[in-house]
């Protein structure tokens, strides 16, 4: 998982992070291209972004409280509450408002998309 933005803020598996660029490889957290943090490998990784992200792409499902000023790419499930950009996921999209592109393997339950909207069923 990648999280590009400035100054953001987010929780992984309960703990705070902030920096401008954030990652997560192997179980490890990167801020800003320094390791600073290993995770348990056995354990499932749970990020809730809290702050300031323009950018996020994730190979697992993203949770998001607070707004995003550019876009998600997840290849699972995304969670999220307003969404400046487009939002692509592999299954289910759960949003408040997306100002861009939504689109999805399976579901989009969203208030307002501003752009276009892609998926198997769309609920408004």
Known sequence: MKFFGKN???QINGKNYSGNNIAIVDSQVYIDGEL??????????EVT???NVDKIISDKSINIRGNVTGSIEAK???NCDRVNGNV????????????GNATAGNNINCDDI???????????
């Open 8 to 10: 953001s803020a987010m």
């Open 76 to 78: 699972s499930n995304v």
């Open 88 to 99: 692509v996921a592999g299954n289910n999209i759960n949003c408040d408002d997306i100002s």
């Open 36 to 45: 600073v943090d290993n995770l348990d490998k056995e354990q499932k990784i």
């Open 114 to 124: 501003g752009g276009n909207a892609t998926a198997n069923k769309i609920n408004k």
């Open 49 to 51: 972004v809290l702050d």
